[in-house]
T-cell receptor, first 112, second 115 residues
Framework: LAKTTQPISMDSYEGQEVNITCSHN???????ITWYQQFPSQGPRFIIQ???TKVTNEVASLFIPADRKSSTLSLPRVSLSDTAVYYC?????????????FGTGTRLQVTL | NAGVMQNPRHLVRRRGQEARLRCSPV?????VYWYRQLPEEGLKFMVY????????ESGMPKERFSAEFPKEGPSILRIQQVVRGDSAAYFC?????????????FGEGSWLTVV
């Protein structure tokens, strides 16, 4: 299983860009990298997914270097409502097994 | 969370009772996952099912826990003879038939409290 490591917590001011890095040194060739956001008492919410290079959607960007041993979730201009736990998930669904491993998550606190 | 429905949202059971948690996947999704989250901890994989088949139950305790996803109806996570340590949030997720990079979508969770 691809083990992931993230910072336990991060603090930011509203309006700043936040970058959260996840290390996954033993990522497998077919593994994808997915990030989820979780608010208290809610289920994880999909943010973005990528395999290599850069992926961007309306809420975030995901940067994956060539060796794919890490990835960085970038949240532009965070607001107070972005305060949540962010999980990096590495793995792949296959027909015979799902090895989708959550890391410990990064608790992002956004303040004024 | 793309339509994964879990019920009940909150369940209180006395020690020794049974808990049944239900999960209806997103319409068209044929694969279901169950995760457990203890307070202030991350999500731990429990079991991965497709209809009428358990694909991977490596994360599920061998005793007292069982899961099913019948041909008709929701997926059920069943915990027999609950103990206080079973108190946790149980999240269900679903996905379409697997292919590279398929995203899984989570429900809002079922909070089990054992008293």
């Amino acid at each position: 299983l691809a083990k992931t490591t993230q910072p336990i917590s991060m603090d930011s001011y509203e309006g700043q860009e936040v970058n959260i890095t996840c290390s996954h040194n033993n990522i497998a060739t077919n593994d994808y990298i997915t990030w989820y956001q979780q608010f208290p008492s809610q289920g994880p919410r999909f943010i973005i997914q990528g395999y290599k290079t850069k992926v961007t959607n309306e809420v975030a960007s995901l940067f994956i270097p060539a060796d794919r041993k890490s990835s960085t979730l970038s949240l532009p201009r965070v607001s107070l409502s972005d305060t949540a736990v962010y999980y990096c998930l590495v793995g792949i669904n296959t027909g015979t097994a799902s090895k989708l491993t959550f890391g410990t998550g990064t608790r992002l606190q956004v303040t004024l | 969370n793309a339509g994964v429905m879990q019920n009940p949202r909150h369940l209180v059971r006395r020690r020794g009772q049974e808990a049944r948690l239900r999960c209806s996947p997103v319409k068209g999704h044929s694969h279901v996952y169950w995760y457990r989250q203890l307070p202030e901890e991350g999500l731990k994989f429990m079991v991965y099912l497709q209809k009428e088949n358990i694909i991977d139950e490596s994360g599920m305790p061998k005793e007292r826990f069982s899961a099913e996803f019948p041909k008709e109806g929701p997926s059920i996570l069943r915990i027999q003879q609950v103990v206080r340590g079973d108190s946790a949030a149980y999240f269900c997720a679903s996905s379409p038939p697997p292919a590279s990079g398929n995203t899984i979508y989570f429900g809002e969770g079922s909070w089990l409290t054992v008293v």
